[in-house]
């Protein structure tokens, strides 16, 4: 069973639920995804939320090895993300070298807002963190006391390891930045840091066509079989 965490926003539910249904359309492998909502984490996660915070998971991603019984390997993603590969093809990257496993973006954001109005923050290992596999028994420092105290720059740059060398690395195309990133046609998530076609003023954004398909995907609900029953007379 392949075990992916999602971020949710209360701000944006449509954004994981589209991320999800497009893990489920494209995986070979059974997947369990499990949606990181803070009110089903609230006895475990006592964070006050922090004023340069923009989305509701910004630290409780942290919490995955420790919900995932600090046992076997996890997958963390961003809400904000499309999957147009088979999720088990990221899942066999899997390395036991490893901690954790991301893509090491050189990511210097240009902007110094945020599209929810947030302060954009510019720090080493920025976006590291939005796809992570965890390989949940080597990431133990991560108790639900650690990830309610540390810093956010503790937590974001793997401060919790000791040792950057436990930090493995992925391909590119399981975490591009669209707009940031050149485009091109073998992207296997597609991360829309900047802004998603879920809000209206991202709706020209680059891959906003992908997602929108996709969307259109999960509303759709064949009606050809669906008919309401005849009344019959009294």
Known sequence: MIRVFIGYSRSAPVASSVAALSINRRASRPVAITHLALNQLADIYTRPHHELQSTDFSFSRFLTPYLAGFDGWAIFMDDDMLVLDDIA????????RYAVQVVKHNHVPKEDVKFLGKAQTRYEKKNWSSVMLFNCARCTALTPDYVNSATGLELHQFKWLGNDELIGEIPHRWNHLADYDPHQTDVAI???TIGGPFYDDFKDCSYSAEWLAERAEM???????????????T
């Open 190 to 192: 597609v991360h829309y």
């Open 89 to 96: 093809k990221l899942w066999e990257l899997r390395d036991e």
């Open 219 to 233: 509303l759709h609900c064949d009606q050809s079989k669906a008919k309401r029953p005849a009344k019959t007379g």
